[in-house]
């Protein structure tokens, strides 16, 4: 267990005890007293559970909540709203906009304190990833604050928490005209690769970017990465997602993590025909999670290049689309699970991998860490040897009907806990609400391939004549990266919010898809590539052509590995309910259709969702044990990706993200003009 301050006197202390008892990543810099709760990594804590020991707002006073301030990002260009604020040292800290400014916020009144920003440059100009930044790394030196940022153009960035100046004595001088002369590391020259200071790593070799913030542990900050979109490539070349490690007092490198292993590593023999030496990707663009005190991170990783067709890189291909932990200190693997093998199906890893101690009946405390994925499945391990905690089954799945394709004969099942998800398709899951209804839905979807999941993508000239493969869930379904999920510590529970939706893919000749892009990576054209997005499934009244739930929030109780609840998340829209085609029909609570995003407290688990309307939203309360609403309250915008809750000047918040805005929910007392602070 990793030691922590002793816990306050009263209700939070009680609390904060539990939560260090069970929970092994809770920084011991995080503070919590009476007055304070820190928010202090990217998911509040080491371990991403997304959990606040603050208990002020409870189920009789929820609809009591108002908005306490908002501040707005537009200035910044922002849009994508998924930058989870750190709160820690009695500031937030966030990044905004496509430039990825810096900002430091008053808490209490939502005033903007200090913002930065690196010059341009050409590669930060073509990061397809530049506004979808999702926060900061913080450390203390000396006592000291510092923010630690990797911005769209691959630079690591250290800012004193303070006065937003660059760190003195981190990094040096890069040789890009308005650079500061220190607070800046260039990681494009720890990769490896030929590249040029202000324009990057030419496209013929292929192009690396950072959505997630770094994360530091101990004395290291680790760096993740991302790359171009893999439905966006044609071309077989790209560079690998190598996780980085620098210094966090003085930026000095201090390793580099193979995500293709090379000759001698292990892993390497899964790529065949030397894939390795040419492709790329295996990025890790969700969130790191670590535990700091066995010096260990966890790194989720996505495929390698070219989404839906990996012919020209047969093998299974580590470490693409797993979970490896890697020992802080020297980059070694201490071990790795991949979660899809060959993957053709843009099943990435989304989520950080969230650490629970968990008391299994018969077995006792286990240290545990789960992926929550897009295929529907929690994946569960010992987070210190990489066991799984319920036995994988290893399945047989479809095999390709694309030329040159090889896929894996097999790939794992976790046979607990259950999936959450709709997984696959068949007739069985079309809507039926009606015979009329069910007859549509038969003949429409009759032009598409349904079939298991890890249904392969078909290519256009299939025999059939299919207009395209369903997989389900698809990349936007089942759990994705603007819908994380959250976890109890103090209980075990893991809550994730999913959608039901299948994507339907084709894959058309390699040189046509590049046809498509406007600055493709890479020389050589793959055989086949993602074409265009075909045409999904559409029912003449516009009703979804399966079965509800569309979307859902499912709690499990990871102690047993059981499902304890699972709830439609939102309210049934307007257009499914008032649907002449179901005139007379009563659907109940279907979900709103989009994945909520939430936040967990000492006292419940609250959620967003779209009302009725399908234009307002409504913030939510759930009782965390049985899924019980416990209220409802209107909020002033719709919001997307992680919540997040912490308790300053003695008052709780809750901060919502909405587009370029951020709004703080409060009770009244946490007005500047109100109550005794």
Not at 130 to 154: E, L, N
């Amino acid at each position: 267990m990793i030691k922590s301050r002793p816990a306050t006197q009263g209700t939070l202390g009680v609390l904060f005890a539990a939560f260090c008892s069970l929970s092994a990543t809770v920084s011991a810099q995080n503070l919590v007293t009476d007055d304070t709760v820190e928010w202090y990594t990217l998911g509040g804590d080491y371990a991403h559970t997304r959990y606040t020991p603050a208990d002020e707002i409870t189920a009789d006073n929820f609809d009591e909540l108002e908005v306490a301030w908002e501040w707005d990002g537009s200035s910044f260009g922002g849009y994508s709203g998924r930058s989870t604020p750190t709160y820690v040292d009695g500031k937030l800290f966030t990044v905004s906009g496509p430039r990825r400014n810096v900002v430091a916020i008053d808490p209490k009144t939502g005033e903007t304190l200090w913002s930065y920003r690196l010059p341009n440059t050409g590669r930060w100009e073509y990061s397809m990833r530049a506004s979808y930044g999702k926060g900061i790394a913080y450390s203390r030196i000396d006592g000291r604050g510092v923010v630690y940022v990797s911005t769209p153009g691959f630079f690591l960035l250290a800012l004193d928490a303070e006065t937003g100046a660059p760190l003195e004595g981190f990094g040096g001088q890069v040789p890009v005209e308005g650079f500061p002369s220190t607070g800046v590391v260039d990681m494009l020259a720890d990769l490896g690769h030929p590249y040029d200071p202000y324009e990057g790593i030419p496209l013929e070799t292929g192009y690396i970017t950072t959505s997630s913030p770094p994360i530091v542990v101990n004395d290291n900050i680790i760096v993740g990465n991302s790359a171009e979109q893999g439905y966006l490539q044609a071309r077989i070349e790209n560079v690998p997602g190598d996780i980085l490690a620098y210094d966090r007092v003085t930026g000095e490198f201090k390793w580099k993590f193979n995500v293709i292993p090379r000759p001698g590593e292990y892993g390497h023999e899964t790529w065949e025909n030397d894939a390795w030496s040419y492709t790329g990707d295996v990025s890790s663009w969700a969130p790191l999670t670590a535990d700091p005190e066995n010096n260990i991170v966890y790194v989720p990783t996505n495929p390698p290049t070219i989404d839906y067709y990996g012919g020209f890189r047969p093998g299974d291909g580590l470490f693409g689309t797993s979970v490896i932990a890697i020992n802080s200190e020297t980059g070694e693997r201490i071990w790795h699970y991949q979660t899809v093998k060959h993957d053709v199906w843009n099943y990435d890893n989304p989520s950080p991998p969230i650490q629970l101690d968990l008391n299994i009946p018969g077995r006792g405390t286990v240290s545990a860490v789960a992926e929550v994925t897009k295929q529907g499945f929690v994946y569960t391990f010992d987070r210190f040897t990489g066991e799984p905690v319920w036995p994988m089954e290893e399945r047989p799945v479809p095999a390709s009907q694309v030329p040159g394709e090889k896929l894996a004969t097999t790939q794992p099942f976790p046979t607990k806990p259950p999936p959450f998800e709709q997984q696959g398709i068949t007739e069985d899951d079309l809507i039926d609400f009606t015979p009329e209804l069910r007859r549509e839905a038969l003949e429409v979807m009759a032009n598409y391939q349904m079939g298991p999941l890890f249904n392969p993508p078909i290519h256009r000239e299939n025999e059939a004549g299919k207009i395209s493969s369903a997989m389900c869930p698809g990349d936007g379904g089942g759990a994705n990266i603007y819908a994380p999920p959250t976890a109890d510590p103090t209980t075990g529970f893991l809550y994730v919010a999913s959608a039901n939706n299948c994507s339907w893919q084709q894959v058309i000749p390699g040189e046509e898809a590049d046809t498509f892009i406007e600055k493709p990576t890479g020389t050589t054209f793959a055989a086949y590539a993602n074409g265009p997005r075909t045409r999904p499934p559409r029912l003449s009244s516009g009703l979804p052509y399966v079965k509800p739930l569309y979307s859902s929030i499912t709690a499990y109780n990871m102690n047993t590995g059981e499902i304890a609840f699972r709830i439609p998340a939102g309210e049934t829209q307007e257009r499914i309910a008032n649907n002449p085609a179901l005139d007379g029909v009563d659907i109940g609570r279907t979900g709103d259709g989009r994945a909520p995003s939430m936040v967990t407290t000492a006292n419940m688990l609250v959620y967003s969702g779209m009302a009725e309307d399908g234009t307002n939203a409504y913030l939510y309360s759930i009782d965390k044990q049985t899924g019980e609403q416990l209220g409802r309250i209107e909020i002033p915008a719709a919001t997307r990706y992680g919540m997040s809750s912490w308790m300053h000047d003695g008052h709780q918040y809750i901060i919502l993200q909405a587009g370029p805005k951020l709004i703080a929910m409060a009770l009244p007392g946490a007005q500047p003009t109100g109550g005794a602070h």
